[in-house]
């Protein structure tokens, strides 16, 4: 996600917030989740596992560099959770790096520390959102604050759910996972593409390292993880395998 990547999913574009360039800029809120809709996973942080794995199931992304994701469907495209003009399951928890938007912290030029920034193209902010004013008399609102507030404590949310995917990778925990669901013409499908903690693996660490674990919370996350699981049929029993809702 740094600044000669790709742009971090949801963005189309991302830049700086400043006084003078968008001192009659303001954002205003909305019920509808729109950017959300056609994502099945979302990336998470281990300080939303506890509630999170009561919901949908936490896995983590098959990339070289694990992510914690929220499977809110198995379909790509298809959240089971947010239809497609945006209004989310009641009682549904929205991961906080889908609240965070339009906002970012992001590093705008390499070497630079991180700045708080905003996607330019989203309707909830400019000088026609209609909402509360980001600036006034060139100091942020407590709009712009509570803003910043938020992304800063999502990085160092981020901070500490690397840490701990560091350590599963470490001990080689983490193995292609899979599940294999009934879709509504009774046809079975199997769906791949995430990673999953493996429990033999795990049982079989030295005492040392899951004390160590367990001292800093570690084994709380994993649990979170592995409970978490259970809840795939909650997944696949929405609308994850009807093929009349519009992909």
């Not at 303001?26 to 959300?36: A, E, G, M, P």
């Not at 794995?53 to 947010?82: E, K, T, W």
């Not at 160092?156 to 899979?178: I, Y």
């Amino acid at each position: 996600m740094s600044g000669q990547q790709a742009k971090p999913l949801f963005y189309s574009k991302i830049e700086p917030l400043e006084s003078n360039r968008h001192k009659n800029w303001t954002c205003r809120k909305s019920d509808r989740i729109s950017w959300l809709s056609r994502q099945n996973v979302i990336p998470l942080t281990v300080d939303e596992f506890r509630i999170v794995q009561h919901q949908y199931p936490i896995v983590f992304s098959a990339d070289r560099d694990p992510v914690p994701l929220a499977l809110m469907g198995l379909r790509p495209g298809c959240n089971d959770f947010v239809d497609v003009e945006g209004n989310v399951l009641a009682d549904t928890y929205v991961p906080a790096y889908a609240r965070r938007y339009p906002f970012i912290l992001s590093k705008i030029h390499v070497g630079n520390e991180l700045a708080l920034c905003v996607d330019p193209t989203s309707d909830l902010v400019g000088e026609a959102a209609g909402g509360a004013p980001l600036f006034a008399e060139g100091a942020p609102t407590q709009v712009c604050r509570d803003a910043l507030s938020f992304c800063e404590e999502f990085e160092r949310a981020g901070a500490r759910t690397r840490e701990f995917v560091a350590e599963l990778v470490k001990s080689d925990l983490l193995v292609a996972g899979r599940t294999t669901v009934r879709g509504t013409d009774s046809q079975m499908q199997t769906f791949t593409g995430f990673q999953i903690v493996d429990e033999t693996k795990l049982k079989q660490l030295k005492p040392f390292t899951l004390g160590k674990w367990a001292t800093r919370g570690l084994l709380q996350h994993i649990y979170s993880h592995i409970f978490s699981l259970d809840l795939m049929t909650k997944v696949t029993g929405r609308r994850v395998l009807d093929t009349k809702r519009p992909s």
